[in-house]
C-alpha cells in the first residue's frame, strides 16, 4: 500500500492559494459574475478542507478548475486535496499542471515534493524543493521539506542541516524543531535531542509529537515517571501515537524512534 506523508510533516501541504487567484484566471471573456462564482467556490473548497472533508474538497477545486482551466491555484490546491485521500497518484497530475501553469510561484513546487515524498520518489522530492530555494533561497518550508526527503535517503547529518536552517529563518517553526530534535535522537545525539524536545514542550505544551517523542526517550533511558507523565499527555492530545504504523510510516518517525516507542506501548 502506498504511503501517504502526514500532512503536518512536509507539510504542512500549503493551502495558501485561495480566492485571491481567482483574478489571474481572468479573460477577456470572463463576467464579474463568473469570478464571483470561483471566489464562492473556493470559499467553500477552503472550509470543507477545514473540516476535514477533503473529498467535497476535491469537487469544488474540480468546479473551478472547469471554469477557470488556467488557475494554477486551483490545480495545486485540488492535488492537496487528493493527497490529503492518499490520491498520490493523481495529485501528482494535478501539480504537473500547476508547475506548468505558474513555473515561478513556489507552492505547486512544494506541494508536488510532498506528493513525490509519499511515493518514496526522494531525489525528484528534492529535485523539487532545490527548484523552491532557487526561486526564494529563504523558503523554510522547502529546507524543512528537503530535510525529510532526505531522511528517507538515510541522510540524517544532510537533513538535520537542513532542519537548522528552516529555524533559522523561521524560529517559531515548531515542526522543523521537532524534525531537528528527531534527526538527533537518529543520529545518537540523544542528550541534546531530549533537551531540544523539552524546550519545544516548554513553548508548546499541547505539542503531542514532541510529547510523544520524550515519552520514547525517557522509557528506554529509565526515566518511567517522566515517560508516562509525557505519554498522559501525548495520547490526550492525539491517539494515532498508540498507533505504530501511523508513527513509522505516516509521520515517519525515525527508526530508532520508533523502537523507544515500540518498547514503552509493549508494556503499557
Not at 516548554?202 to 510529547?211: E, T
Not at 517523542?213 to 492530545?237: D, H, I, M, P, R
Not at 505504530?244 to 508494556?267: C, E, G, H, T
Request: hydrophobic residues 40%; charged residues 20%.
Amino acid at each position: 500500500m502506498i504511503k501517504i506523508i502526514c500532512i503536518f510533516l512536509s507539510l504542512l501541504i500549503m493551502f495558501g492559494w485561495g480566492t485571491p487567484v481567482m483574478a489571474q484566471s481572468s479573460t477577456g471573456n470572463t463576467t464579474p459574475e463568473e469570478l464571483q462564482q470561483g471566489d464562492e467556490l473556493a470559499t467553500k473548497a477552503f472550509a470543507a478542507t477545514n473540516q476535514g472533508d477533503f473529498a467535497t474538497a476535491e469537487s469544488y477545486w474540480t468546479e473551478i478548475i472547469e471554469k477557470f482551466p488556467t488557475n494554477a491555484g486551483a490545480w495545486s490546491n485540488r492535488g492537496n486535496s487528493r493527497v490529503s485521500q492518499n490520491k498520490l497518484a493523481a495529485a501528482l497530475t494535478d501539480y504537473n499542471k500547476a508547475v506548468e501553469l505558474a513555473p515561478n510561484v513556489t507552492d505547486p513546487y512544494l506541494n508536488r515534493g510532498t506528493a513525490l515524498e509519499g511515493l518514496g520518489r526522494w531525489e525528484e522530492a528534492i529535485a523539487d524543493y532545490n527548484y523552491v530555494l532557487e526561486l526564494d533561497p529563504n523558503d523554510a518550508m522547502a529546507y524543512n521539506n528537503r530535510g525529510n526527503a532526505k531522511t528517507g535517503l538515510g541522510k540524517w547529518e544532510d537533513a538535520i542541516a537542513d532542519y537548522q536552517k528552516a529555524t533559522e529563518i523561521a524560529p517559531n517553526f515548531a515542526f522543523a524543531r521537532a524534525n531537528y530534535a528527531l534527526a538527533l535522537y537518529e543520529t545518537n545525539q540523544i542528550d541534546k535531542a531530549i533537551r531540544e524536545m523539552r524546550n519545544i514542550v516548554r513553548k508548546y505544551p499541547k505539542f503531542a509529537d514532541m510529547r510523544a517523542a520524550l515519552t520514547a526517550a525517557y522509557w528506554v533511558s529509565g526515566q518511567k515517571g517522566e515517560a508516562e507523565s509525557n505519554w498522559v499527555a501525548a495520547y490526550g492530545l492525539d491517539t494515532r501515537y498508540k498507533d505504530m504504523n501511523w508513527v513509522q510510516n505516516i509521520r515517519r518517525w525515525p527508526p530508532s524512534m520508533v523502537a523507544a516507542l515500540d518498547k514503552f506501548l509493549k508494556l503499557q
